[in-house]
């Protein structure tokens, strides 16, 4: 008696055992699960960091070479890095950098802080970068809004809340104490503006070692200069009059002192709180507002944080307005997967209960699907594995296979019961018999997903997650099918069902005139092979579906000069326009970021000129994308011309990780030169058939003053280009002193001269010379305008420029062909350029999805070798594959399916399955033959496992269609898979009940006659 025999016949004699397992199964399932997050996409390290620099007041040719230079000589030391990119600012820098995939993201940004901060002795004075990890977390997963005097208790009550990492509150300008002084009273006291600044410094604590009293007691001693009001600073002296010198006082020609006349600061200057100056501001329904932005860490869940902060600010009484919640769409998403999971049991079991026309049976079989999900999530928990659309959606691709395993260990037994053995005989010789085909199937199904394990990209890595929970689906399913059926065996009674005993009597009539035909069979097989691929040589590429959100970005862009108060004016119309609709089109929330709003924003390429307007919409999904075209067409309309637009057509977590369809890098030494190249470029792209928009980092050019010090002018008016700089701060962006406290607060302390920020007073600007007279900036300085680019881009460390398709109406195959013409064309045979954006993602994907399946065909016919002791039967059963092929390409052309990263999972995925009912046929056939001749053996083989086989099929095919048919979220990238899986089991079942006898007996005739 074999141990698989053993072990079924003992759990046919010990039910109650067995269900009692089966209960500590659900009981840890229902732990499991209520531990488990939720989250869009799986929690994977990201490997991206960026490295932010800022030094206030340089131009972007000063940031390239005084900060970015040296941090790009760090990064480039640091161990795992793929690729850096970087782009110079006015006065801010960043690097992006890459880390290879696999790495340890955690111990990789470590290594590149400790570069970073050695390489800080190498910046200018003040210049101190950090190192910001990048991952979908750096987007805010929560934004509301509350009324203006509750902003500070609730961004309180948010910091409290596990999870949350960031709290930025949005429009609202942090304050300063500003001391505004005015030239013309310090002309009137004869007052030298660096002696002003001599009398604000020690705003600080010293410390000065220790003292000791008469008993030898120690006390710690520190000097305090701080300011604690701002009366104290207004009636601080800061000078003497006519003092013009750093000097404690100015003697006169003779050696007695001078009478000193103290000046207050208050004399000269006013003293106030002010708020910093903005350039942005945030929009709600319209109207100018603060909002709290929350940013969650790395390693929190999204659902349970966002959860978490709702319910905080509701137990402190805190109304507010929900803007941005990242988590509604993931919750809506999985709770979709589970109820399509949930429905395809339901319908499965129906299936069933068709065959089996008794509801015990049915009941039996069906217990397959939960407790084998239950089983599967228990061990994705020790996994550590959390709850997504991907592992949710390997779950809900296996619930009609769950079955599978089941059925066929159900059949035999039934059949070897109709012989009138006992039911433990029953379940033993009927388990045992079954238990190596369906041992096989299940492993070569799991067997396909271990090349993921050796791939490197970003989306095969996700896809990992489906593989896995794929995979421990399955295995869980095998050994309910060794425990629970063999339990239940004494509950198995024999039924005849008239009609469907008919049917496999016409089918085995019809399998032996197609015996006697094979040649008919072969052509057929061997046409609608040709013809499938044909449509794979003609079908287009892409990457990943695009997700139809409930949330439309859209982003505007007004004239290089306009200010952000100019661009919010243009938006506000719009704003309007689309609140006089707001019914009609479904908007719950209008959310605008107008020009700079914050350090993330600028890194990300905001502007004063720019607007980013985010549209939240109600209504059923399925009336979104109509919506959303009506919008866009609305605000077409109603647009003022100086606002160009466009409208994002990806989720913003797949357009951070994924970038634009298509990116190419322009390389040159001279910026005019790299400018040139990549317009030329961009003009020759748009001229290609589905290219709707191209933008490069070089569009826009901004008008700068430029200030030429004529050195000997400032030499005879006794002043110093360092004077000049230092003076010019103070009359621009002002000079940072030190800190005050201001009830309670802490706030920088600024030194700013008055005058007029109009470009026609600029010459009229008063600086001091060293000789202790006045000086009109137009005196020693030439003003003139020129064109800069926004920024300086680095890849590499080389000098680039980049040229963006970011919006097409073809596939990503087809424009990446037209591409790769233009760019070999003479026009363009000396560029040096390379590509990047999704279709370098694309080439990597499927690179590692073909390795993948080749990799997977050459595994299931190893294993199948392996377990048949036999190389011809294994090519008997592979021919199923290719016929799964045929139904791969029908699933395109019914659905108009690109090939994609979906397709191909379901394409890998079949590879695996379509072999299962070949191998439970050809293993029955094997054991026929035995017993009769080859003819008979075949054709009863098959007539046997007709039924078993056309159960697994149906249940898998009708488990799987609420998943194909859904329209709602994440159903773009659930749907093509089921497809796919479908279409591709229900032809290769057809050539299995067919091509798999024929070629069986051929080869088996052929054996028989060179024996």
């Known amino acids: 008696m074999s141990n698989v025999e053993s072990v079924a016949r003992r759990a046919s004699k010990r039910p109650i055992a067995v269900l009692m397992l089966l209960l500590a199964v659900v009981v840890l399932g229902f732990v499991a699960v209520s531990n488990m997050y939720l989250e869009l996409l799986p929690s994977i390290d990201y490997p991206y960091a960026i490295v932010v620099?800022?030094?206030?007041?340089?131009?972007?040719?000063?940031?390239?070479?005084?900060?970015?230079?040296?941090?790009?000589?760090?990064?480039?030391?640091?161990?795992?890095?793929?690729?850096?990119?970087?782009?110079?600012?006015?006065?801010?820098?960043y690097v992006f950098v890459e880390f290879e995939w696999g790495i340890d993201a955690s111990e990789a940004i470590a290594r590149l802080q400790r570069s970073v901060s050695t390489s800080s002795g190498f910046l200018p004075e003040g210049v101190k970068p950090f190192v910001v990890e990048i991952d979908p977390s750096i987007i805010p997963a929560y934004i509301f809004s509350v009324a203006d005097d509750e902003v500070d208790r609730a961004v309180s009550v948010v910091r409290r809340v596990p999870g949350v990492s960031t709290v930025e509150i949005m429009g609202k300008p942090e304050e300063y104490v500003e001391i505004e002084v005015d030239p013309e009273k310090l002309k009137k006291y004869e007052l030298d503006p660096s002696v002003v600044e001599y009398f604000l410094a020690g705003n600080a604590v010293y410390p000065f070692g220790q003292l000791k009293d008469e008993r030898g007691n120690v006390y710690q001693m520190a000097v305090d200069g701080r300011f604690e009001s701002i009366e104290e600073l207004e009636n601080l002296i800061v000078g003497f009059k006519g003092m013009k010198g750093l000097s404690a006082m100015?003697?006169?020609?003779?050696?007695?002192?001078?009478?000193m006349i103290p000046v207050r600061l208050k004399q000269i200057a006013q003293v106030k709180v002010t708020p910093e100056e903005i350039h942005g501001?945030?929009?709600?329904?319209?109207?100018?507002?603060?909002?709290?932005?929350?940013?969650?860490?790395?390693?929190?869940?999204?659902?349970?944080?966002?959860?978490?902060?709702?319910?905080?600010?509701?137990?402190?009484?805190?109304?507010?307005?929900?803007?941005?919640?990242?988590?509604?769409?993931?919750?809506?998403?999985?709770?979709?997967?589970?109820?399509?999971?949930?429905?395809?049991?339901?319908?499965?079991?129906?299936?069933?209960?068709?065959?089996?026309?008794?509801?015990?049976?049915?009941?039996?079989?069906?217990?397959?699907?939960?407790?084998?999900?239950?089983?599967?999530?228990?061990?994705?928990?020790?996994?550590?594995?959390?709850?997504?659309?991907?592992?949710?959606?390997?779950?809900?691709?296996?619930?009609?296979?769950?079955?599978?395993?089941?059925?066929?260990v159900f059949e035999n037994i039934y059949r070897h019961m109709s012989m009138g053995k006992k039911?433990?005989?029953?379940?033993?010789?009927?388990?045992?018999?079954?238990?190596?085909?369906?041992?096989?199937?299940?492993?070569?199904?799991?067997?396909?997903?271990?090349?993921?394990?050796?791939?490197?990209?970003?989306?095969?890595?996700?896809?990992?997650?489906?593989?896995?929970?794929f995979a421990l689906a399955l295995a869980s399913s095998l050994l309910v099918a060794l425990l629970v059926i063999p339990a239940a065996s004494r509950w198995i009674s024999?039924?005849?069902?008239?009609?469907?005993?008919?049917?496999?009597?016409?089918?085995?009539?019809?399998?032996?005139?197609?015996?006697?035909?094979?040649?008919?069979?072969t052509l057929i097989a061997m046409g609608v092979l040709a013809a499938a691929i044909f449509v794979f040589l003609n079908r287009p590429f892409s990457f990943m579906p695009e997700f139809t959100s409930d949330t439309i970005q859209l982003s505007f862009e007004a004239p290089t000069q306009y200010p952000y108060t100019k661009t919010a004016e243009l938006l506000s119309g719009i704003e309007e326009e689309l609140l006089k609709h707001r019914k009609e089109l479904g908007i719950k929330t209008l959310y605008s970021e107008i020009g700079v709003t914050s350090i993330y924003a600028q890194v990300f390429g905001a502007s004063e000129n720019k607007a980013v307007l985010y549209v939240m919409l109600s209504g059923p999904y399925r009336t979104l994308e109509e919506k959303r075209q009506q919008l866009v067409e609305l605000i077409r309309q109603k647009k003022p011309k100086e606002l160009k637009f466009e409208v994002s057509s990806s989720s913003q977590e797949l357009s951070l990780l994924f970038g634009n369809p298509v990116t190419i890098r322009v390389y040159g030494r001279s910026l005019e030169e790299i400018r040139d190249q990549a317009l030329k470029l961009k003009e020759r792209l748009m001229k290609i058939h589905g290219v709707e928009n191209v933008t490069t980092s070089v569009d826009k050019m901004r008008e700068v003053v430029n200030l030429k010090i004529e050195r000997n002018a400032a030499a005879v008016n006794g002043i110093l280009p360092a004077q000049i700089f230092m003076q010019l701060q103070s009359y621009?962006?002002?000079?940072?002193?030190?800190?005050?406290?201001?009830?309670?607060?802490?706030?920088?302390?600024?030194?700013?001269?008055?005058?007029?920020?109009?470009?026609?007073?600029?010459?009229?600007?008063?600086?001091?010379?060293?000789?202790?007279?006045?000086?009109?900036l137009g005196m020693i300085t030439r003003m003139n305008r020129v064109h800069l680019p926004f920024g300086i881009d680095h890849n590499m460390g080389k000098r680039v420029a980049y040229v963006e398709i970011t919006e097409i109406s073809r596939s990503l195959g087809e424009v990446s062909k037209e591409v790769e013409k233009v760019l070999q064309s003479p026009e363009f045979r000396n560029l040096e350029y390379d590509i990047g954006g999704q279709k370098k993602s694309l080439d990597e994907t499927l690179g590692d999805l073909?390795?993948?399946?080749?990799?997977?065909?050459?595994?299931?016919?190893m294993l199948l070798a392996a377990q048949t002791e036999s190389l011809k039967r294994p090519f008997i059963i592979f021919l199923t594959v290719p016929m799964a092929a045929v139904g791969v390409a029908l699933s395109m052309l019914i659905f108009d399916f690109p090939i994609n990263v979906p397709v191909l999972i379901g394409a890998l995925t079949l590879v695996g399955v379509v072999v299962n009912n070949a191998i439970v046929m050809v293993a029955l056939i094997g054991q026929y033959q035995r017993e009769m001749n080859l003819r008979q053996a075949i054709v009863r083989g098959a007539r046997d496992r007709l039924r078993p086989i056309l159960m697994s099929t149906l249940t898998t095919l009708i488990g799987l269609l609420p998943v194909a048919i859904a329209q709602a979220e994440g159903s773009q990238l659930e749907s093509p898979i089921a497809w796919t899986v479908i279409l591709g089991l229900l032809v290769s079942m057809l050539f299995t009940l067919f091509l798999v006898p024929v070629a069986y007996e051929a080869l088996e005739r052929k054996k028989s006659r060179e024996t």
Do not use: C
Request: aromatic fraction near 10%; charge should be neutral.
């Open 250 to 259: 100015n003697l006169g020609s003779n050696s007695s002192l001078p009478v």
């Open 850 to 861: 073909e390795f993948a399946i080749f990799v997977a065909v050459v595994l299931v016919f």
């Open 423 to 469: 039911y433990s005989d029953a379940a033993g010789h009927g388990t045992a018999e079954v238990w190596g085909a369906i041992f096989a199937s299940s492993i070569t199904t799991m067997a396909v997903f271990i090349p993921f394990a050796f791939t490197k990209s970003f989306a095969a890595t996700l896809f990992k997650y489906f593989a896995i929970s």
């Open 494 to 521: 024999p039924i005849e069902w008239k009609g469907f005993e008919k049917f496999k009597e016409w089918y085995a009539a019809v399998l032996d005139r197609s015996l006697n035909r094979k040649w008919i069979v």
């Open 732 to 776: 621009t962006m002002g000079k940072d002193v030190s800190n005050v406290e201001i009830d309670g607060k802490v706030l920088p302390l600024k030194l700013h001269m008055k005058g007029s920020n109009l470009l026609v007073d600029a010459p009229r600007l008063q600086l001091w010379s060293a000789l202790g007279r006045q000086v009109f």
């Open 281 to 408: 501001e945030v929009h709600v329904d319209g109207r100018v507002q603060e909002i709290v932005a929350v940013r969650k860490r790395t390693s929190a869940n999204t659902v349970n944080t966002v959860r978490q902060i709702k319910n905080a600010l509701k137990e402190s009484s805190i109304e507010y307005k929900e803007i941005l919640n990242q988590a509604q769409f993931t919750e809506m998403a999985v709770r979709n997967l589970i109820r399509n999971l949930l429905i395809g049991a339901a319908v499965a079991s129906v299936v069933v209960l068709a065959f089996l026309r008794r509801f015990l049976p049915m009941l039996i079989i069906a217990l397959s699907i939960p407790l084998s999900i239950t089983m599967a999530l228990v061990l994705l928990y020790f996994f550590g594995i959390s709850l997504d659309l991907l592992t949710l959606g390997g779950l809900t691709m296996a619930v009609g296979m769950l079955v599978d395993n089941s059925i066929v």
């Open 53 to 93: 620099a800022s030094y206030m007041g340089a131009g972007a040719q000063e940031i390239e070479e005084l900060v970015i230079r040296p941090l790009e000589d760090a990064v480039s030391l640091v161990d795992g890095v793929k690729r850096f990119y970087s782009t110079a600012y006015d006065g801010l820098g």
